[in-house]
């Protein structure tokens, strides 16, 4: 018993004593914009990461609608970059009807946001224009960081987090 208790201890120990750079990816429905925010909620420096928003998974078929003619309807909205551009190492390329977005970080510290607006359409039901979180949840998100890939997707809540273990 004493060693088994001792091994929970030293258990607990190492994972309070863990940094994390935990990422949460938010998405927020506004018109005309749509808004993905990237945060690190966690204790450590996240640097030369990919952040991937994969909408495929989705049930809505959800893509990035940003120019007038292609996949999207009615209102569109290109991809703007409205804060933490320089914590990324490249800018992102998004086309009309793409449903992926990736993020190069040169680096993320705690605290760190990257936030972008776009136009997201959803292509399988009835409110194309609209899309509510229920229509996001099962969105990914992948982070690739020193050659692992880890991965969320979004909650009904509009929201993915990322467990990332930065030792």
Request: net charge negative; hydrophobic share 45%.
């Amino acid at each position: 018993m004493k060693v088994l208790v001792t091994a929970l201890l030293t258990a607990m120990l190492v994972l309070v004593g863990a940094a994390h750079a935990d990422i949460l990816v938010r998405f927020d429905e506004g018109a005309p914009k749509d808004r993905f925010t990237v945060e690190n909620v966690g204790n450590c420096l996240l640097a030369d990461a990919v952040v991937t928003i994969d909408l495929s998974g989705s049930a809505s078929g959800l893509i990035f609608d940003v120019t007038a003619s292609g996949a999207g309807v009615e209102v569109f909205q290109p991809f703007e970059l409205v804060s933490g551009a320089d914590l990324l190492s490249a800018l992102p390329r998004v086309r009309d009807g793409d449903n992926r977005v990736d993020l190069a970080l040169r680096s993320l510290g705690p605290g760190d946001r990257v936030a972008f607006t776009v136009d997201v359409d959803d292509t399988v039901g009835t409110r194309e224009i609209t899309v509510s979180g229920s229509e996001i949840e099962g969105a990914g998100v992948v982070v690739t960081f020193r050659g692992e890939r880890r991965n969320a997707s979004f909650a009904r809540n509009a929201e993915a987090r990322v467990p990332i273990v930065c030792d």
